[in-house]
């Protein structure tokens, strides 16, 4: 399975989290790391979509969505060891830990993996 077929979803998970956020608690710092966070997703799902479209891999964007990843599953994992409250903390940092992984899994095995071509 190829990176952006997950960082799609996951990006528009983020970025409907931070508004949501922000709707039901006024959380500024919600809005703010959920939209920015959720964008940075989408540019980097946007780089290696287009690379793929090119049979390339683009490392700049495995890297930024797994940096990405990484960060929402530190700071979320910190909030959930704080307030111990499984909604959003907790959710976000096992669905970050997640993609953490699956992103450090393509950087180990050469990125995305192209089918032979049919001609």
């Known amino acids: ?39 940075l997703l989408f540019l980097a799902s946007y780089l290696t979509l287009n690379a793929f479209h090119k049979r390339k891999n683009s490392w700049f964007g ?12 530190y700071v979320m994992g910190q909030r959930y060891t704080e307030t111990a409250k499984f909604m959003p903390a907790g959710l976000v940092a096992g669905i970050s830990g997640l993609m953490t992984a699956f992103y450090l899994y393509k950087i180990a095995t050469g990125g995305n993996h192209f089918p032979a071509k049919t001609e």
């Open 1 to 39: 399975m190829h990176d952006f077929c997950f960082t799609i979803p996951y990006g528009m998970i983020v970025f409907c989290g931070g508004i949501i956020g922000f709707a039901r608690k006024g959380s500024t710092t919600s809005l703010a790391g959920g939209v920015g966070t959720g964008l």
């Open 62 to 73: 495995i890297i930024l969505e797994t940096v990405c990843a990484a960060a929402l599953t």
